[in-house]
């Protein structure tokens, strides 16, 4: 039986992956790497200290260290959503749906408190989760599992009692490895793509989600 959901965030509840890219490649660029929207989408569920760390990897910059680099990042990408952040189609609906089963709702999320909240404000749903955790709680962040255990630790309900809603392979394969249900979510540039047949199933967004749905996963 299926007790909880923990939801994504980015790319779940608020449509912030592309304004992660934007803010991405803007920063980098000042540093010398220039991205593109299909390299930003290589690391989509990363935490943004592990991208920043993988760029500098790949191409040395001199200046502003990783640190200040991510600060950069986080800071355009906070400024953004709190002010033009919006909800993903059908999130409302499927928050309804699972309070109506009984289940608890709650988030783990590659992405800090500080973006979590600021989220959250943007879109009134602070006070619907009664668990919110941030990868930056655990050593690894997805795809390892870390992040979806330490969810379903703090809540005290098993990983296999446990759905997820992702919509990046990094998030899937997390979700999977730590051996909970998940539903994918994907972007539209996903779709198509063979790694999201790990998921239990596939919808285009979160309006497709019902109680039949419910009822095969469960």
Not at 86 to 105: C, K, N
Not at 114 to 138: K, Y
Request: charged share 25%; net charge negative.
């Amino acid at each position: 039986m299926i007790q909880a959901a923990i939801f994504d965030m980015d790319g779940v509840l608020i449509d912030s992956e592309p304004i992660w890219r934007e803010a991405e490649i803007e920063i980098f660029a000042t540093v010398g790497i220039d991205l593109d929207d299909a390299t930003c989408r290589e690391t989509m569920g990363m935490r943004i200290d592990e991208v920043v760390d993988l760029r500098f990897a790949q191409k040395p910059w001199t200046g502003p260290t990783p640190g200040a680099i991510r600060d950069r990042i986080m800071d355009g990408v906070v400024a953004r959503i709190s002010s033009s952040g919006r909800g993903m189609p059908g999130v409302a609906e499927a928050i309804e749906l699972f309070e109506r089963r009984g289940m608890r709702i709650a988030l783990a999320s590659s992405s800090s408190y500080r973006l979590i909240h600021a989220a959250l404000g943007r879109l009134g749903l602070a006070s619907r989760f009664e668990l919110v955790h941030s990868a930056d709680d655990e050593e690894h962040c997805k795809p390892h599992p870390a992040v979806y255990l330490g969810a379903a630790r703090r809540l005290g309900v098993a990983p296999s009692a446990c759905l997820a809603i992702e919509d990046s392979i990094a998030g899937i394969a997390s979700a999977k490895a730590a051996g909970m249900k998940c539903i994918a979510v994907p972007d539209a540039e996903l779709r198509g793509d063979p790694r999201l047949a790990e998921a239990d199933c596939e919808l285009g967004s979160l309006i497709e989600l019902n109680d039949e749905l419910m009822k095969s996963l469960c």
